[in-house]
């Protein structure tokens, strides 16, 4: 019997760049951009793009641990954004492109707990890591001309100069994780 699909949702800062990455992971199934862990009910990307609503741009994940498992999922994370700035990755700043991992089972948090230790002891970051591990929560999808953002649009300006260098890094990086 196959494994039951799981789901992790992610920030990494703007979600197209996560979005873009994730789409081309083998075992995951499903990438959705969205928001959660605010305060507004169904919150519009301009009212997230104030920071007043204290959501995060995020990616929610679906994958089957019989091809991926959490921990590579959250490897992956690890490489293609910097975990070690607060609330900014790159030129994005304000709490919406804060670093985080949003769990909805306790073996999520588990697991990104010790991906963190792990990468804080090896010395990898010069810096501390910041990104937060929090139960998922307020979660809402991102409005129709998000998804799939890069897909549809790698010529545009930020695709180019900011998510496409990500994918590359990923596929360079985790060339055995990459779908067919």
Request: proline share 6%; with cysteine; hydrophobic share 35%.
């Amino acid at each position: 019997m196959p494994d039951a699909l799981q789901t992790l949702t992610l920030g990494g800062g703007c979600f197209w760049c996560t979005e873009a990455v994730y789409v081309q992971v083998r075992g995951v199934v499903d990438v959705e951009s969205g928001y959660c862990n605010g305060h507004v009910q169904r919150p519009s990307y301009e009212q997230v793009c104030t920071g007043a609503t204290g959501h995060n741009e995020v990616v929610r994940l679906v994958f089957d641990p019989g091809q991926i498992t959490a921990r590579e999922v959250l490897e992956i994370f690890f490489v293609i954004h910097d975990p070690t700035t607060l609330n900014r990755q790159g030129n994005d700043a304000g709490t919406q492109y804060r670093s985080g991992i949003y769990f909805s089972n306790v073996e999520h948090e588990v697991i990104a707990r010790d991906v963190i230790r792990e990468m804080g002891e090896s010395g990898v970051y010069s810096r501390p890591i910041v990104t937060e591990v929090l139960p998922l929560a307020n979660y809402w999808p991102a409005e129709e001309y998000h998804q799939d953002f890069f897909e549809k649009n790698p010529g545009q300006g930020y695709c180019v100069a900011v998510a496409a260098p990500k994918v590359a890094k990923f596929r360079k990086t985790f060339a055995r994780l990459q779908k067919p």
